[in-house]
């Protein structure tokens, strides 16, 4: 089991920027790589951001250049800047462990891009 514990959501203006911690504990041996999804409001749940354990990054289309994932694999941490925020970036973040197990979630933070 890995268990997660997500922090640093919250309400930003636009334009803004807000940094998205993951800490996770457990069987952290067994991760293989880590990353970010989020869902808006009547949404599905998409891809944000991973990284695996060999440092590699995964972006989708609509963040590149504005999100960063970062990985410090001795804290077993997971990070997430978010910068030039707009709100279509409002939804609540969830992070994620892929391990030879299966995937673990995070309970979620909520971000709210808005004047």
């Known amino acids: 089991q890995v268990q997660l514990v997500e922090s640093g959501g919250g309400l930003v203006q636009p334009g803004g920027s807000l940094r998205l911690s993951c800490a996770a504990s457990?069987?952290?041996?067994?991760?293989?790589?880590m990353g970010w999804y989020r869902q808006a409001p009547g949404k599905q749940r998409v891809l944000v951001a991973t990284?695996?354990?060999?440092?590699?990054?995964n972006y989708a289309a609509s963040v590149k250049g504005r999100l960063t994932i970062s990985r410090d694999s001795a804290k077993n941490a997971v990070y997430l800047q978010m910068n030039s925020l707009g709100p279509e970036d409002t939804a609540v973040y969830y992070c994620?462990?892929?391990?030879?197990?299966?995937?673990?979630w995070g309970q979620g933070t909520q971000v709210t891009v808005s004047s």
């Open positions: 994620v462990v892929i391990t030879v197990m299966g995937s673990y």
């Open positions: 457990g069987r952290v041996s067994s991760i293989a790589a």
């Open positions: 990284i695996n354990n060999g440092g590699s990054t």
